[in-house]
């Protein structure tokens, strides 16, 4: 109850609010129980014995914990996602996380779509772009033209259509961990990251571009590693994006290139890298 009072206040705060901009906004409209695939404990309600969560007036449910609690645990919230499975989330308070000191200074960081990132320092390697759904997108259609043939509302294809959930599930996840992964990189190794204000839900308008601009998922890393740089006290800048790949990182010469072109040639400074290179270049200077 306590939960539920509680989102329908932030519901009409957030009505208030719109109005007081001029924003357009509907008057919160009410949710029947069976709308809700979540919900918040705080202090009781709920119990916790070793791998076993008991939840008043539900029932024990036994837990498959990712990793041991640590600290005190402030909130309990139970979600169904997408794919129908139930998860338990612990909110705890924990002392604050240290952080080794950075080794590197300043890294400017170019995200591409033939690799997901190249950087600035002449020490680093191009980080590859794994592209997860590209590699399982025929498994995905093969799933999609079962679950296309099953018979609505039959056993058959609500085991397809799970099938097909715990597919999409797969990528997500694997997205997900390879991202944390680049992020964290950055975050332990630079006092000072540099990356471009980029526009990505223009980008995406482009048919040709736009499922490899959302299977690299440049939005989600961006978020990550400003939380992270946040989190470890680095300090993240976001450039203007515009000129970077053209204005040579040399001698500032403006060197007209399509995406066709890889190589970063200048004519004034005789300089010769690769485009994204030259781009992590600018990006660092900016």
């Not at 612990?90 to 950075?102: N, Q, T």
């Amino acid at each position: 109850m306590q939960d539920v009072l509680e989102r329908l206040e932030k519901a009409f705060q957030h009505f208030y609010d719109n109005c007081k901009k001029g924003e357009k906004g509907g008057f919160p409209r009410f949710k029947a129980r069976s709308r809700y695939d979540s919900f918040t404990l705080k202090t009781s309600g709920w119990k916790l014995n070793e791998n076993y969560l008991t939840v008043s007036k539900v029932g024990v449910f036994k837990l498959n914990l990712s990793r041991p609690i640590e600290g005190k645990i402030k909130t309990v919230s139970i979600h169904r996602d997408s794919y129908g499975d139930w998860w338990v989330c612990f909110s705890c308070i924990v002392e604050a996380k240290k952080y080794p000191e950075p080794c590197k200074g300043k890294v400017g960081i170019d995200v591409g779509l033939k690799h997901f990132c190249v950087d600035s320092d002449p020490d680093s390697q191009a980080i590859a772009n794994p592209r997860y759904y590209r590699k399982l997108k025929a498994k995905l259609r093969r799933q999609q033209r079962v679950v296309s043939r099953r018979k609505k509302g039959s056993n058959r294809r609500r085991k397809a259509v799970k099938h097909l959930a715990k597919t999409h599930r797969q990528i997500a996840n694997m997205r997900l961990d390879f991202l944390h992964k680049v992020a964290n990189h950055y975050v332990l190794n630079y006092s000072e990251i540099h990356v471009e204000a980029l526009k990505i839900r223009n980008m995406v308008k482009n048919r040709h571009l736009s499922m490899s601009i959302q299977d690299a998922s440049w939005g989600l890393f961006f978020e990550l590693l400003e939380y992270k740089a946040a989190e470890a006290g680095r300090q993240l800048v976001k450039v203007n994006p515009r000129g970077t790949s053209q204005k040579c990182s040399g001698c500032g010469e403006i060197v007209p290139k399509n995406l066709a072109v890889r190589i970063h040639s200048c004519k004034a400074c005789g300089l010769d890298i690769d485009r994204d290179e030259n781009a992590a270049r600018n990006i660092k200077a900016g």
